[in-house]
């Protein structure tokens, strides 16, 4: 198989990104990664190794964090992020990745590799930790900020069939994010999406808090992108906040100080549970391809798991089974 990666997206692209798909290539040896972006800047940073499973397509621009996505997509077709996308839609490659603008890789994964018949609207789906390492999928979780009722539904379908692909879940339990866990609860939107899902072809469980996701609560959570992008940063700063609170307390005075080296070990843990490198990336859901969102700031590690990631669901077939489950609708 084949993935294509965006070598000039995200913070520290592209020596970390370049650092990760040389430590992914060494792993997965059957799988062949090709490089995307700057061929004199990719080459400085392979530092001379040249792995048999890695290959340079040169891109002569990036688009930039800040650029209006439509735009710079139509604009820049030589960039790093479209000649990935590019690849998928033209078949030489099953996947692509990119740590780079979010926005821009929303509008490649529709105007360049393609929406599915039958859905509306792709959904950004990334795992949510949780306290058992099981995680949440959640989506949509920022690509559309308005939904209908219909997208909720197409979302909750596509989200089991990930969960059963990607993670072997045999009966993925989907909650519809809300105010309360009572049927009545919410707006327009929630309301109107709960009765489609009591008759979808999903296991519904019903309204779901987020005070509860982190427990898992559910398997997939739905949710329209405005509401879920809020939920996750507020769940991203309340996570680095206790632990810069609990790192202050047990560096305070030498006793506490004490009491950490005793405690650090659980706290590591605890802070890797939190941690958006293991899960590598979140998968674009409802285009022809598999395109992945990493983090911002994804480092060599979570470069890696997300190519682990991209196996995995082509392994499994993720999107033809979406494909198939949306081709009479």
Not at 152 to 176: C, E, F, N, T
Not at 218 to 236: H, P, Q, R, S, T
Request: hydrophobic fraction near 45%.
């Amino acid at each position: 198989m084949r993935i294509a990666i965006d070598a000039m997206g995200g913070d520290h692209a592209p020596s970390l990104i370049v650092k990760g798909a040389l430590e992914a290539a060494a792993e997965f040896r059957d799988t062949e990664l090709l490089l995307v972006g700057d061929r004199a800047q990719i080459e400085t940073h392979m530092a001379g190794a040249k792995p048999a499973n890695v290959g340079i397509v040169h891109a002569d621009d990036v688009i930039g964090p800040d650029e209006e996505p439509v735009k710079a997509v139509r604009r820049k077709k030589g960039s790093s992020m479209v000649m990935a996308g590019q690849l998928v839609r033209e078949g030489e490659a099953e996947a692509m990745l990119s740590a780079g603008n979010t926005g821009a890789l929303m509008t490649t994964g529709l105007l360049v590799v393609g929406r599915i018949g039958g859905i509306d609207r792709p959904a950004l789906a990334p795992m949510l930790p949780t306290m058992d390492d099981v995680g949440v999928l959640a989506l949509d979780l920022g690509a559309n900020m308005d939904a209908k009722p219909e997208h909720l539904l197409q979302y909750a379908i596509m989200g089991s069939i990930y969960r059963v692909k990607v993670h072997g879940i045999d009966k993925p339990r989907v909650g519809l994010l809300n105010v309360g866990t009572e049927a009545m609860k919410g707006n327009e939107l929630t309301k109107a999406a709960f009765e489609l899902l009591q008759t979808a072809p999903v296991h519904f469980i019903g309204n779901v808090e987020a005070r509860d996701v982190l427990i898992r609560n559910c398997d997939v959570l739905i949710c329209d992108g405005f509401a879920g992008n809020i939920m996750l940063k507020a769940m991203e700063g309340a996570a680095g906040t206790v632990m810069r609170g609990v790192r202050d307390a047990l560096t305070s005075t030498w006793l506490t100080k004490l009491a950490a080296l005793a405690v650090r070990p659980k706290l590591l843990e605890l802070r890797a549970k939190m941690d958006y490198k293991e899960h590598g990336g979140g998968p674009l859901l409802g285009v022809k391809g598999l395109v992945i969102k990493c983090h911002g700031s994804s480092d060599a590690k979570a470069v890696k798991n997300a190519v682990g990631k991209a196996r995995t669901a082509i392994n499994n077939r993720l999107t033809e089974s979406i494909i198939t489950e949306f081709s009479g609708k």
